[in-house]
């Protein structure tokens, strides 16, 4: 039956896949670069209509395979129901600019030192679709390329995961939330789930005990089951199985210890999502245009891909414009406070950006963030400059520098998933842009 599932609703799980932290059609091969993958290049849905070779579209068309998802990540709405993040209806407040034409020039070395490149050119090692760098609160560098321009949005991928769990510490720091509570004791449809029994906290950080398996290359891995519940297409004739994510999630069973080891599980955010939800007695995305989007002096509207039920995807399902995920990230560099407005209290990125149990982390074998932790969706470095993350897959990245007071924001579509291949020429530009600005501004 699950392989039959998987089968039927297989253009959409190549969405969720590509959403979750590894996807089973990652690229061995060497893909073409970014310019002759650009989708402008390849002619992806140019036509009135478009020539069948070019079509990109609902129910057969694979369209989070490479070089496809390079259009893609910029039209999830015209392949998904959605719904939608406001901005309200205030005029945006635009960031002042201070360009710095060197930026691009400065170099670095890649993680196994072999190679020295500049900024700009990394930039097209990693497929980078849009590319933002705040200093002081001011643009320094910016840069669109593939699908995406300023009018445009991008999915963020598990940046949405960031996103939830700022909602989530807000409404902690607000007294809504109980970070030590069970989730049974605010979602009792879980009590008979591996997540009656954690924490809030542990859901948070993602050190569940959970029996699900990620394994993409398994036809009968819970992935395809969960992907199959949370597809918003109509469900095959036949279909017992459970529908949308909240029935889905109280399937999952438990395996292990709670607390014990971090385990990067993108149902634990569906979790997530759904307890702040219950507690704000707001839908997702209201919640979060009401706590956030609303008072960022946004640009743009976000929205949220959903299921066949309606629920906003948590674990993944954002897409937004550049700069206001550029305001997303001064605002949790200035600690809560935007445009001389104070968002949520001080407590709230404190708490975040004091990461997580290294020790607990360190159990998952991230080899590209050594010593670093998880944390309320966020990644933390524990680097020189303490600096932490938002990051999704195919890189997708909000960087905060609070030393170098920076922040960099990144839209890309990288071939492979994983960002374990693009961080050896990622987190070295960073920290090397990070270090310019100190020196020379």
Request: no cysteine.
């Given at each position: 039956m699950q392989l039959r599932i998987g089968r039927v609703v297989y253009s959409t799980l190549w969405l969720l896949c590509a959403l979750c932290l590894s996807c089973a059609w990652a690229a061995k091969a060497v893909s073409p670069s970014a310019e002759l993958s650009d989708p402008?290049?390849?002619?992806?849905?140019?036509g009135s209509p478009p020539p069948v070779e070019k079509l990109i579209m609902q129910p057969q068309s694979n369209y989070f395979s490479f070089p496809k998802l390079r259009w893609t990540v910029c039209h999830l709405r015209e392949l998904l129901p959605t719904k939608q993040v406001s901005r309200g209806l205030g005029a945006p407040i635009v960031f002042d600019y201070e360009l710095d034409s060197k930026i691009g020039n400065v170099s670095f070395k890649t993680s196994d030192k072999k190679r020295e490149v500049t900024f700009e050119e990394s930039l097209l090692l990693n497929y980078t679709d849009g590319i933002l760098v705040l200093h002081k609160g001011k643009i320094v560098y910016e840069k669109y390329a593939g699908c995406l321009d300023e009018s445009s949005k991008h999915a963020a991928m598990s940046m949405t995961k960031s996103l939830v769990g700022l909602s989530a510490e807000i409404l902690i720091a607000e007294g809504l939330l109980e970070e030590t509570a069970k989730v049974s004791e605010i979602i009792p449809e879980l009590k008979g789930s591996a997540f009656g029994s954690a924490s809030v906290r542990q859901v948070m950080d993602m050190t569940t005990a959970l029996a699900y398996s990620e394994d993409y290359?398994?036809?009968?891995?819970?992935?395809?089951?969960?992907?199959?519940?949370?597809?918003?297409?109509?469900?095959p004739e036949g279909y017992k199985g459970p529908n949308g994510y909240y029935e889905y999630l109280q399937t999952v069973r438990q395996q292990g210890e709670h607390g014990y080891a971090f385990g990067y599980k993108t149902i634990n955010t569906d979790v997530l999502g759904w307890i702040i939800s219950r507690v704000a007695k707001?839908?997702?995305?209201?919640?979060?245009?009401?706590?956030?989007?609303?008072k960022l002096g946004a640009?743009?509207?976000?929205?949220?891909t959903i299921d066949g039920l309606g629920t906003p995807f948590a674990g993944g399902g954002l897409s937004a414009g550049l700069r206001d995920l550029g305001r997303i990230g001064q605002l949790m560099l200035n600690k809560g406070m935007l445009n001389g407005v104070r968002v949520f209290p001080e407590s709230v990125v404190n708490n975040i950006k004091k990461g997580g149990d290294k020790a607990v982390f360190d159990k998952a074998g991230f080899d590209s963030l050594k010593g670093g932790s998880y944390r309320s969706m966020w990644w933390v470095l524990h680097n020189k400059h303490h600096a932490y993350a938002a990051r999704g897959v195919h890189g997708q990245t909000i960087y905060i520098d609070p030393i170098a007071d920076m922040v960099i924001v990144r839209f890309a579509s990288f071939p492979e998933a994983k960002n374990s291949y693009s961080d050896p020429t990622s987190l070295p530009a960073y920290q090397a842009l990070a270090e310019y600005l100190l020196e020379t501004h």
């Open positions: 402008r290049a390849l002619q992806w849905m140019i290359s398994d036809l009968n891995a819970d992935i395809w089951v969960y992907s199959a519940a949370a597809s918003p297409l109509p469900k707001q839908n997702l995305t209201t919640l979060l245009s009401q706590k956030i989007w609303r640009e743009q509207d976000a929205y949220m």
